[in-house]
């Protein structure tokens, strides 16, 4: 196959060929091919009608220290983890670290790409794009030592801005205040709700009543939309199932707790640092309150209130 030539490219190997093969002067074959002679001279002085790689014979960073570019190296080497989740993990001891200079840096290293892995599923379907307002709510089971309590979670699926609550019981009138309470703590107007069929969420299908029941009463005093998942597909709800894992695997599974004030308490200190300070690639690189403040400087008629209010500050 013949050699594809750069864009800049004024001769073709048969020209160079035939630059190096005459013994005519410079000034000739310079006239013969329309050249100007410093391009005949270099090409007479090589043996090879191969382009020389151009740039620095050693490249090396200008915004990287060796030491620098050695921790972004072993990092990316033992962690295997995408150029993304490399940024936002090394850029808090790196903070003049950009995207394009790490991507460069395992370029040049012959890092850039990971292995693949052969897929053992089916691709997922990705979820429709919404605006933010569109929440997940669902509870869970924690156990501690002197008993069994019931973790309430809300997440927005857009957004990424999660609330969570504990409770002694999964009763409707605890779904339906936790619910009030997280559209009051949310700073937009929220749309929609996604819930399971569950007694704590709606009225199940053989026992209708015509009361409204406490979850949906809420729902229509903001003018929410409540919409439930199908039965016998909780992947659906998939987004907030995977939250209470998260939360979970932040909490009980690594500490042991007192009591349920000492887990709440380390909870909800999680859920601040996860809104304020979790910087997620689903938001490029933003944390949940980074984002709906930028949705804020967009689209500010969807907000109840400005969103900064909401951050914690120096003296709180």
């Known amino acids: 196959m013949d050699q594809v030539l750069h864009g800049s490219a004024r001769t073709t190997p048969a020209v160079r060929q035939a630059i190096q093969a005459s013994t005519e002067s410079l000034a000739k074959l310079a006239a013969r091919f329309g050249l100007n002679e410093k391009t005949v001279a270099k090409w007479r002085g090589r043996t090879t009608t191969q382009d020389a790689p151009m740039g620095p014979k050693n490249p090396v960073s200008t915004v990287l220290s060796p030491l620098e570019e050695a921790a972004a190296l072993t990092f990316r080497r033992h962690t295997q983890l995408p150029l993304d989740d490399c940024l936002y993990a090394l850029q808090d001891s790196i903070p ?97 709700v996604l819930t399971d069929n569950g007694v704590q969420f709606t009225q199940l299908p053989h026992r209708r009543s015509p009361v409204a029941h406490l979850f949906d009463a809420v729902c229509s005093a903001h003018g929410i939309e409540h919409r439930c998942t199908q039965v016998a597909h909780p992947w659906t709800n998939g987004q907030v199932e995977r939250f209470n894992r998260t939360l979970k695997e932040a909490t009980i599974q690594q500490y042991h707790y007192q009591d349920a004030a000492e887990l709440n308490a380390h909870l909800q200190t999680f859920l601040q640092a996860y809104n304020g300070g979790k910087r997620l690639k689903k938001l490029h690189g933003q944390t949940p309150y980074e984002f709906v403040c930028a949705q804020f400087v967009q689209n500010p008629d969807i907000f109840i209130r400005n969103p900064a209010h909401d951050f914690l500050g120096l003296y709180t």
Do not use: C, M, N
């Open 96 to 192: 003049h670290l950009s995207r394009s200079a790490l991507h460069r840096l395992f370029q040049r290293h012959g890092i850039s790409q990971l292995p693949v892995a052969a897929p053992d599923k089916a691709a997922k379907k990705q979820f429709k794009t919404y605006a933010i307002g569109y929440f997940h709510v669902d509870f869970t089971e924690v156990r501690l030592a002197d008993g069994k309590l019931y973790l309430f979670v809300a997440i927005d699926r857009t957004s990424k801005l999660a609330f969570a609550e504990l409770h002694p019981a999964a009763t409707a009138e605890l779904a339906a205040a936790f619910w009030q309470r997280v559209v009051q703590a949310v700073p937009y107007t929220v749309t929609k």
